[in-house]
């Protein structure tokens, strides 16, 4: 069973940061683009940070440039997503999934809270 499973999320004060990781069961990670959505009460999901399937290039959107860093670990089948400096309007729900050329896959996973707040 194919499965992506978010975990790391949580309540943090402003400037604050947090890891989000994220284990690919039941497929062969190696073999896809995989990144980062999130999507805020009331808004529309938006893509944060895609990674290649040979890591060798990552976008980020503007929002999140220089204090987000997303990594890959094919050998543990896991996704990371480093959060510095984080803001307020960085609060969301956050998603691993299948992205750029792999995101017709449709693998996504359950999500994980993000508070960033005093």
């Known amino acids: 069973q194919v499965q992506l499973v978010e975990s790391g999320g949580g309540l943090v004060q402003p400037g604050g940061s947090l890891r989000l990781s994220c284990e690919a069961r039941?497929?062969?990670?190696?073999?896809?683009?995989i990144g980062w959505f999130r999507q805020a009460p009331g808004m529309e999901r938006e893509g944060v940070s895609c990674?290649?399937?040979?890591?060798?290039?990552?976008w980020y959107a503007d929002s999140v440039k220089g204090r987000f860093t997303a990594s890959r670990d094919n050998a543990k089948s896991m996704v990371y997503l480093q959060m510095n400096s984080l803001k307020p309007e960085d609060t969301a729900v956050y998603y691993c999934?299948?992205?750029?050329?792999?995101?017709?896959?449709?693998?996504w996973g359950q999500g994980t809270q993000v508070t960033v707040s005093s």
């Open positions: 999934a299948t992205c750029g050329k792999s995101l017709a896959r449709g693998y």
């Open positions: 039941g497929f062969f990670l190696d073999y896809f683009e």
């Open positions: 990674i290649s399937s040979d890591d060798g290039d990552t």
